[in-house]
Each structure stands twice: as C-alpha cells, then as structure tokens.
C-alpha cells in the first residue's frame, strides 16, 4: 500500500468551473499535508499546506483536511486553464520530521 | 532571488561513469532532499540532510552518494551509474520549522545509455 494515494487522471474541467483533486494518505500520525503544482517539464510548486482539520483557503484555492477519514483535498474555484497542470499530495512523517511522502500527482485540465 | 540551484539541467553519460550532480540554496535553509521522479511512481527521496555533516538515507538510497559539507550545497554523486537510474532528479531544501514544505530546484534529467 502505498504512503499517498491520488487519482492519476486526468481530470477535465471547463474554465470557470470548480476543481476537486482527492488524496488519502495511510499514516494515522501524520500532521502536516502540503499541495503542489507541476507544470510539464517543471519541478513541483508549493501552493498550500494544512495541519489542522477543517478548511484553509488562500485566493481560489481551499484545502480540506479530515484526519479521521485520512483524506486531503483541494479544491481550485473559478478554474483557468492556466490552472492545467498536474497537482501533487505531499504528507510529512509524524516520525520522521524530513520525510516527506508524495503522491504520483493528479492531471488537471481546464478546458478554455 | 530565493532559490534551489541545481547543474546540470540535462546530462546524458555512459553506464559506469561516474558524475555528480550539483545542488545549492540561499535561504539557509537546515534541510535538503534529492529526490527522482519516474512516470508511474512519482517523487521518491533519495538521500536527505538535517544539516552540516548529518545526512540519512531516504526511501531509493542505492547507488547515490551524497555530502553535506556546507549548510547550502548538497551534491548528488552516482558513483557508477546505470541504465536504471535515468530519471528526472530535483534537490529541495526547507527550513527547520515543522510546517514548512519543501522549495525545489529546476530539475536534473539524466539518460544513462
């Protein structure tokens, strides 16, 4: 089983629409939880984190965390294509404070 | 600017040839991380770095090297490569505090032929 799980894709989406991207994550003891976004041919961008349960938001972007479910989401308002790119689920090691787990990464496509 | 600095950006070598693929940052940041990202298996951590002279295996170690003789710098040296360790390879560095992630580098895509 692996550390994170995510849907590879893709996820198609028409511009303007709301984007859901999932991750569930198998480490009961793991607190802080990190989304990135990676473009083609770029390295991955960090974008939002979250440690406590509940929403954060920053601009369009929503991060949802339920540690009793072990599931991460997030959530992109108003999609623009420029949003296209493939977002990756990253969850630290409650055991280890530099190991990080990451997920294979979601495929976003907002279509204009 | 605050960055990751990773050379070269592409390299193509021999089976057996050894190389090192260099990694430096800016932001006096404690930690540093290689990681190589294959289609399918996403990131996987290589090697990582609490600070000066403290580093640890992650999840990929054989067949990597790395050092960490100065806070910013955190090369990458694959003593003998092989075909299997063409991939794409990203350092990364982040600060001591718990919720911080991790800054990438531009990346390193390596062919071993």
């Known amino acids: 089983q692996k550390e994170v799980e995510q849907n590879s894709g893709p996820l198609s989406v028409p511009e303007g629409a709301i984007a859901s991207l999932n991750c569930t994550y198998s480490d009961r003891g793991s607190q802080s939880f990190f989304w990135y976004r990676q473009y083609s041919g770029k390295s991955p961008e960090l974008i939002m984190f979250?440690?406590?349960?509940g929403d954060k938001e920053d601009g369009r972007f929503t991060a949802q965390l339920n540690k009793a479910s072990q599931y991460v989401s997030l959530l992109i308002r108003d999609s623009q294509p420029s949003d296209s790119a493939t977002y990756l689920c990253a969850v630290k090691s409650e055991y280890n404070f530099n190991k990080f787990y990451f997920g294979s990464g979601t495929k976003l496509n907002v279509k204009p | 600017e605050a960055q990751v600095t990773q050379n070269p950006r592409y390299l193509i070598t021999v089976t057996g040839k050894k190389l090192t693929v260099t990694c430096s940052q800016n932001m006096n940041h404690e930690y540093m991380s290689w990681y190589r990202q294959d289609p399918g298996l996403g990131l996987r951590q290589i090697y990582y770095s609490m600070n000066v002279e403290v580093t640890d295996k992650g999840d990929v170690p054989e067949g990597y090297k790395v050092s960490r003789k100065e806070k910013r710098n955190f090369p990458l040296i694959l003593e003998s490569p092989s075909p299997n360790q063409t991939s794409l390879y990203f350092c990364a560095s982040r600060p001591g505090q718990e919720n911080y992630g991790y800054t990438f580098g531009s990346g390193t895509r390596l062919t071993v032929v």
């Open positions: 979250i440690y406590s349960n």
